[in-house]
């Protein structure tokens, strides 16, 4: 049994380090923040609108980026940077068509 768990973890090529929260800790935790960024822009410009307006979810992208980021500011392996580079590029590439289609035509 352990055997086969071994083998399992070194296919594995994208590991994640997440705590015993998971996913649900960390979108909470980068909610939390996107909430104090907001409080502090809104508290610099003045304006009360914005306080009103709760904060956008976290895409599903930055959620899995972010669980296999090291404390360091590394991806856990090099296989976990060339599909987080190659994520980040397709969803970029994907705003530009939006952006091109809606606000253009």
């Not at 997440?18 to 923040?33: H, I, N, P, T």
């Not at 940077?81 to 289609?101: D, S, T």
Request: glycine content about 2%; overall charge positive.
């Amino acid at each position: 049994m352990r055997k086969k768990a071994q083998v399992v973890l070194k296919q594995n090529t994208t590991p994640h380090v997440l705590s015993r929260g998971g996913y649900e800790y960390l979108e909470q935790e980068l909610m939390v923040e996107k909430t104090k960024k907001k409080l502090e822009e809104v508290a610099q410009s003045g304006s009360t609108e914005a306080m009103i307006d709760p904060p956008s979810p976290i895409r599903r992208h930055m959620k899995w980026k972010m669980a296999c980021t090291k404390k360091t500011i590394q991806m856990t392996s090099e296989s976990t940077k060339e599909i987080a580079e190659k994520i980040v590029c397709h969803f970029q590439l994907i705003i530009v068509i939006i952006y091109v289609y809606f606000v253009i035509d």
